[in-house]
């Protein structure tokens, strides 16, 4: 299950999110179909702030988590650098 799976499942379906977000239901048909549940950047906050799924999990890509941020870094975490 993709995050966007998830937002359309805390909504209800697809229709309802799509119309939270102003967008046609087939415009967001798009995203899980053609682009394979990828949501557009400029959207992540929009979709968090209405279903609760986290920028991480609708774009693992673009939002690692903070674990993942700080493996890559380049900073030692704290246990290393004692």
């Not at 950047?41 to 993942?68: A, N």
Request: glycine fraction near 8%.
């Amino acid at each position: 299950m993709t995050g966007l799976d998830k937002a359309i499942k805390a909504m209800g379906n697809q229709r309802r999110l799509a119309l939270a977000l102003n967008m046609r239901p087939s415009s967001l048909n798009k995203w899980v179909k053609q682009y394979m549940g990828r949501v557009p950047p400029e959207r992540l906050i929009q979709i968090y702030e209405l279903t609760g799924v986290t920028p991480h999990e609708l774009r693992p890509d673009l939002h690692p988590t903070p674990y993942q941020r700080n493996t890559c870094s380049g900073y030692p975490t704290s246990a290393e650098g004692v």
